[in-house]
């Protein structure tokens, strides 16, 4: 008994350190956390957008971070937990943040290790 115990611990402590090994590049990039949906949809960004942006997020529309070249970043769930909760504080304010790059088919992402406010 004591001797499965041991397998199935080993076993759930290889799989628990899998999803830390994120095949990408590590990256610090800066630009504005959108939601995607009004800027996607109709370009709303700004100061005058952020109740309807937080209302947007809470209701699970997905948060992005665009930086000064255009380019969208969408933070990647790697921790199984809500890619919205680390931008939450930061909606449609300009930020700096580190983490892994990954991009498949076509789509930029980030595992978000840091986030905090930018100049």
């Known amino acids: 008994m004591k001797a499965g115990w041991i397998v199935c611990s ?3 402590a290889s799989a628990l350190l899998a999803h830390e090994d994120h095949k990408g590049k590590p990256v610090t990039i800066t630009g504005t956390v959108v939601d995607t949906g009004c800027y996607m949809s109709h370009d709303a ?3 005058k957008h952020i109740e309807c942006a937080t209302a947007c ?3 699970g529309v997905p948060l992005a971070i665009v930086d000064g070249a255009g380019k969208i970043y969408v933070p990647i769930a790697a921790d199984h937990k809500s890619p919205n909760a ?3 504080p930061f909606i ?3 930020v700096k ?3 892994t790059a990954m991009e498949k088919g076509g789509l930029e992402g980030i595992v978000i290790k840091t986030v905090e406010a930018a100049q």
Do not use: C, R, W
């Open 10 to 12: 080993a076993v759930f």
């Open 97 to 99: 943040v580190t983490g």
């Open 45 to 47: 960004i700004g100061e």
């Open 86 to 88: 680390k931008l939450m």
């Open 92 to 94: 449609e304010k300009k």
């Open 57 to 59: 997020a809470k209701a």
